[in-house]
Structure formats: structure tokens, C-alpha cells
């Protein structure tokens, strides 16, 4: 299933596999959750989508949750890029991880040669099993990921013999080689909604083969510094110990990093600090920077009209809009920020009146 998206970094969402779990805070109002029950609830009267079926399910409090359950999409989605021509942005996986623990490395193979046979787009993969991404990146794939390519290449040309769907792949005697490995159109990334979870998921993104490496900070749920991030690369003699001749060395590894606050119901604002700081490191370490929104919540002036509106701190204490109140629930609490529920929409996409839109350049097929 393949589709046009609203979001703003990519030109369409691509789903060969649904279904997936929660992790980690970042997970707890994800939009794909109630949108796949959505979707599984029209499957039972509509074909095309019957996959989802076992994906989701109702709670007892009445919300939809993932099951934990994950599905192989039919031909007819999975197969979709290679039947477009005109080069386009692929979000992959949108309704769900392709890094899942519960999705077999053959699965994955098949996403990665659909992904070698369409040199003209580009896919945008972001996980938040960033160790999973970085063992099967690291491990012999290409090899496999060669042979599906091969496989779905004979089925085009048997289609249509003018097919140039095996331009991804050469095939020299009895063995099938990719034109690139990592493959130069796939750019991969980590979901790291705090610092702790990008302390966790950094270093195998920066020791995973990529021809792009990015980050999403969203729904960004606290401050975050890229400062001295660690990674595998340099170790001292005696063996082990990591280190950095700069504090940007790990940061600049990085090609892109995307920052957003939460949406939707339940959404958990952003402080405007956290945003800001990011910007600021990605521009001292030149790396791309796009602020993609405030969210449903968004900074509102001292003094405004306080309905829907609250206080937050760098401690991520949010609360009630009346000051001392604020310092009642968290006495220890810097100067606030006022804000005020607004809708994504109304937030808008600027940061100090800027929009910054910058992105990696696409790879040309």
C-alpha cells in the first residue's frame, strides 16, 4: 500500500510490512496505531488490505493497540515502486518498523531488492530497533537481497520484456551483484525522542553501513545533545575505550536530522529550548537541519487568554497555566513557557520565524 503523505519530508509512505509494537515513550500516541485499526476494520468489507487483520486490536479502556502481530504485504504493495517511473520520496514503513523483532531477515531482503530496482526513488527508513538495523546491515545480505532482486527482475522482463527493472542488479555467471551496497538510494535513520533513547540507538546508527544517516527527534519529549556522541570508530591501545578529537566528530557522521513536536490526541508539548538547541548543533556541525512542526501545542505570549493553556519546564514538568500553581507541582522548576493547545495546523512549521526545510541530496537513478 503506497499512498501520497501529509508528511512533510517525504513525497508518499510505502508499507510492505505492517504491524509492530511499543518501545519506548516516543511510541505511546502513535498515529499509526488507530489508523491501522482503521484500516483493519474497512479490510472486513473491502479487499487490498486484509493483512492488517491480527495487527490491532481494541484494548479494554477502548483504544486501539498493536498486537505485536506483523504481515508481508500482497505483490500489489509491496511491488508498487517499481511501477512508478517519475523518481519520488519514499517514507517506508509508516505503519510500522522494518527492523521489528518479529520480521524475518527474508522479509526484510525482499524490501531492500524492490528498493535496488528503483535507483530513481529514494526510501527513508527510520527505526527505532536500531541494533536489529545495524546486525542486519553489517551481516552478508547483499548477497540474498541480490537473489530477490534477481528473481523479481525475471518476473518483470517475463511481463515486460522492456522492462528496466534489472537495472539495479548485474548478473555475472551464476551470481547476482548489486550495483551498490549499502544501497546509494536508501538513507537510514533512528527514532530518538530523548536523550536517553538517542544515547541508546547513536551508536549503532553511526556503525551501520549507509549511504545516508539521519535522525528523527520526534515527538521530541526532551532536551537532546549530539555533543560527544559515541560510536565504534576510534579505540585507544589498550583496547575499548571510545574516543572524539572533537565534541561534533559523532554529530557529523550525521547527514540529517529532523525535529517535531507531538500531535493528535494526548499530545505532549515541546519546549521551544530543546528545538532550538538542536538547530544550533546541527548548524555548528554542518549538518542538515528541518524542523518539521510545533505540534498540537504551541507557544503561547504571558498574560494570553489561559484556556487550554499550561507551563512548561526543562524539567518536562507540565503544568497548569497559573504560575504559582506550577511551582506548587514542581518547586525546583527553571522559568516556563507558556502554552496553548492549538492544533498542528495553527502551530505551524516555524521555529523563531524561520522555516528550516534543509534535507540531504536525493541520489539520481
Not at 546486525?135 to 530477490?148: M, Q, T
Not at 565534541?247 to 525535529?259: A, S
Not at 529550548?273 to 524542523?291: K, L, N, P, T, Y
Amino acid at each position: 500500500m503506497t499512498g501520497k503523505s501529509p508528511i512533510e519530508w517525504c513525497e508518499q509512505t510505502w508499507n510492505p510490512i505492517v504491524g509492530c509494537s511499543i518501545v519506548s515513550p516516543g511510541c505511546t500516541n502513535c498515529y499509526a496505531i488507530p489508523r491501522a485499526y482503521r484500516i483493519r476494520m474497512a479490510s472486513e468489507v473491502t479487499d487490498g488490505a486484509s493483512h492488517y487483520c491480527g495487527t490491532v486490536k481494541l484494548h479494554e479502556s477502548g483504544k486501539a493497540i498493536w498486537t505485536g502481530k506483523v504481515a508481508l504485504a500482497p505483490d500489489s504493495a509491496l511491488l508498487a515502486p517499481l511501477r512508478r517511473r517519475k523518481p519520488t520520496t519514499y517514507f517506508v514503513n509508516s505503519m510500522g518498523d522494518l527492523f521489528h523483532e518479529s520480521i524475518p531477515d527474508e522479509w526484510i531482503d525482499r524490501v531492500f531488492a524492490v528498493m535496488a530496482l528503483s535507483p530513481q526513488h529514494t526510501f527513508q527508513v527510520l527505526t527505532k530497533r536500531s541494533a536489529r538495523m545495524r546486525a542486519y546491515l553489517s551481516a552478508a545480505r547483499a548477497a540474498p537481497v541480490g537473489l530477490e532482486a534477481f528473481g523479481l527482475t525475471l518476473d518483470a522482463m517475463a511481463t515486460n520484456p522492456k522492462s528496466r527493472v534489472g537495472e539495479g542488479c548485474i548478473l555475472q555467471g551464476d551470481i547476482v551483484h548489486l550495483r551498490d551496497w549499502p544501497l546509494r538510494n536508501v538513507w537510514l535513520g533512528i527514532s530518538a525522542e530523548d536523550q536517553r533513547r538517542a544515547d541508546e540507538r547513536m551508536p549503532d546508527l553511526l556503525a551501520t553501513p549507509a549511504a545516508v544517516r539521519f535522525v528523527s527527534a520526534e515527538p521530541l519529549l526532551g532536551s537532546i545533545s549530539f555533543r560527544w556522541a559515541k560510536w565504534d570508530g576510534w579505540r585507544d591501545s589498550a583496547g575499548g575505550a571510545r574516543s572524539a578529537v572533537n565534541e561534533y566528530d559523532g554529530l557529523r557522521m550525521l547527514d540529517w536530522i529532523i525535529v517535531g513536536g507531538e500531535s493528535g490526541p494526548g499530545a505532549r508539548p515541546m519546549h521551544p529550548d530543546w528545538a532550538r538547541s538542536i538547530r544550533d548543533q546541527c548548524a555548528a556541525a554542518g549538518v542538515a537541519f528541518f524542523f518539521k512542526q510545533w505540534g498540537a501545542w504551541a507557544p503561547a505570549e504571558f498574560g494570553t487568554d489561559p484556556d487550554n493553556a499550561h507551563a512548561l519546564y526543562q524539567t518536562e514538568k507540565v503544568a497548569p497555566f497559573d504560575s504559582w500553581k506550577a511551582r506548587v507541582y514542581d518547586p525546583d522548576a527553571t522559568e516556563g513557557v507558556n502554552w496553548r493547545l492549538l492544533g498542528k495546523a495553527r502551530s505551524g512549521r516555524l521555529l523563531d520565524g524561520v522555516l528550516h526545510d534543509a534535507m540531504p541530496a536525493r541520489a539520481s537513478g
